[in-house]
Nanobody
């Protein structure tokens, strides 16, 4: 089974950019939807972006549309985050599934902290 592994989190200032990576361990993303989620302390998990890996279609939450871009290359999925805001601070998770509303495999998460 495919296991997503995230990397690329860190501490940045407001207005900066950051790129997260999700690597497929033990399999391939080719037949899946790959999604990025985030969860801030005390808040519910939020689905922020998704990529239909084989066809390339994408989906974004309104909260990140125009600032975040999801892309793929060589069995990796990236989340390019531009013009970061303090409210983007969260643990970001990569997940793999077969439907936009059903994800079966989750990564361990990577922390993104945006200072004001």
């Amino acid at each position: 089974q495919v296991q997503p592994v995230e990397s690329g989190g860190g501490l940045v200032q407001a207005g900066d950019s950051l790129r997260l990576s999700c690597t497929a361990s033990g399999g391939t993303f080719s037949t899946y939807i790959v999604g990025w989620f985030r969860q801030a302390p005390g808040k519910e998990r939020e689905h922020v972006a998704a990529l239909y890996y084989s066809g390339g279609s994408t989906w974004y939450a309104d909260s990140v549309k125009g600032r975040f871009t999801i892309s793929k290359e060589n069995n990796k999925v990236y989340l390019q985050m531009n013009t970061l805001k303090p409210e983007d601070t969260a643990v970001y998770y990569c997940a793999v599934g077969i439907q936009l509303t059903q994800y079966d495999y989750w990564g361990q998460g990577t922390q993104v902290t945006v200072s004001s």
